[in-house]
């Protein structure tokens, strides 16, 4: 059943019911309304995408409902339908925003043609209205950037625990965003201090222990995160004696300077990230069993990129905007070969990675897009399944698979995937129509 619903305006009840017989034949959910007045009642308790409505009616005539319509639902479209056709009419409706002008009689093979048209252009706004909202996603929200189920439900469970002073352990791949997380949670938590990051890989234990704990009148991380978040990345790397000091910390909330014995409180939220195995290591004893049951209290596991493939488009944007703001260039779009590059590839360095070759591509372009040469030489060739022995399949068969997938890479998002595939949203939307009718 095609989703669009097209409301049906006319006097003549003859008139509403041939006219919403061929619509309804057509796949269309289709209402009727008798005026101008009850057209406007209906408009205003249902979502229409088309209305068809004649220009002579009694009360609210035709013209007056469209002004009406475009300025109250600036998305519907009208086609406006008269006996009474004259040049000054025409004018009138179409510079007042009609999508079109039918005299009567008219053919219904014209008729439907012209609905048909009028709906892609109503589709059309919706699929701009769905990237305009994805990408004012990007700018409202740049710590994270996602339309993935997976990564959703880890944001939702960040969200719900952000208030709280739980400890929190993020688990990920380098460059999957384990910071970013954190600093989401701290932009959530309504705390006044502020957020501070400290890398455990490669410190020895004195230079990290001061680097936390502080030493004499040198405050470290831990006071300098008073009534804010302190973020331990790469925990698995601690040493046992700064592990040590970390599980007191998260079990009475003290903690001492080097060589003072005088205990001092926290007011710190922690949350720590690991990318390795912190059971593993508990196995081997690398890792304080104690300090692991006291940071996780909630685990986060942050999918990698590879695992998200529908967040590279807007990823991909959001790092091309930034990239040509900060570097003076004026890049402003990706092409769908780049595109196609880009979601075939691994990316093992996750975000980061897609981040670099963003950068990349815009400090080499030398015109508005960011093409596929533009990119490393790895992309290019990216390594085949092994074991595909399918039967080589039609043309036809291979494109719908390829739109499809484009689709999934896309969280569903129309105008996102035509500019991956390169055509033109209403070509798409065609082909979509002509799968549905054949499924």
Request: with cysteine.
């Amino acid at each position: 059943m095609n989703p669009t619903r097209v409301l049906v305006v006319d006097d003549e009840e003859i008139a509403r019911r041939n006219l919403s017989h061929v619509l309804t034949r057509e796949g269309y959910t289709v209402d009727c309304a008798q005026d101008g007045a009850a057209a406007l009642a209906l408009l205003g308790e249902n979502a229409y995408q088309l209305v068809l409505t004649d220009l002579r009616m009694p009360g609210i005539d035709g013209l007056e409902l469209l002004r009406q319509i475009k300025q109250r639902w600036p998305d519907t479209e009208v086609i406006m339908i008269t006996a009474h056709a004259n040049a000054a009419s025409a004018v009138e409706a179409m510079t007042t925003g009609a999508f079109y002008y039918v005299e009567k009689p008219f053919r219904l093979p014209d008729v439907r043609k012209i609905v048909g048209e009028a709906t892609q252009k109503a589709a059309l706004k919706r699929e701009n209205a769905s990237l305009k909202a994805a990408l004012d996603q990007v700018a409202s929200a740049p710590r994270i950037i996602s339309n993935n189920p997976e990564m959703l439900a880890v944001l939702a469970t960040a969200d719900s625990v952000a208030t709280t002073a739980c400890s929190v352990l993020i688990a990920g791949e380098a460059g999957s965003g384990r910071e970013a997380l954190a600093r989401h949670i701290h932009a959530k938590s309504g705390r006044k201090g502020a957020f501070v990051a400290l890398t455990c890989a490669g410190q020895e234990e004195e230079a990290l222990g001061t680097a936390l704990f502080g030493e004499g009148e040198r405050n470290g991380a831990i006071e300098n995160a008073a009534d804010g978040t302190l973020f331990i990345d790469g925990i698995e790397s601690a040493p046992a004696p700064v592990q040590a000091r970390l599980a007191r910390l998260l079990s009475d909330g003290e903690f001492a300077h080097a060589d003072d014995a005088q205990p001092r409180r926290s007011t710190a939220r922690v949350i720590a990230s690991t990318e390795g195995d912190l059971a593993a290591r508990i196995e081997s004893g690398q890792f304080r069993q104690d300090l692991y049951y006291r940071l996780n209290a909630v685990t986060l596991d942050v999918p990698p990129l590879r695992r998200r493939r529908g967040d590279i488009p807007l990823l991909a944007m959001h790092f091309l905007t930034r990239s040509a703001q900060r570097l003076n260039k004026n890049v402003s779009e990706i092409s769908p070969e780049a595109f196609d590059r880009l979601l075939a590839y691994a990316f093992p360095g996750n975000v980061w990675e897609l981040e670099s070759l963003i950068e990349r591509g815009v400090a080499l372009a030398t015109g508005t897009a960011l093409t596929a040469d533009l990119l490393p030489e790895a992309l290019a060739n990216p390594p085949a399944a092994s074991g595909d022995s399918s039967p080589i399949k039609t043309l036809e068969a291979l494109e719908r698979e390829h739109i499809l997938k484009a689709l999934e890479h896309t969280g569903g998002n129309r105008a996102l995937a035509a500019q991956l595939l390169g055509i033109d949203r209403v070509s798409l939307w065609r082909k979509l129509r002509r799968y549905n009718e054949e499924a």
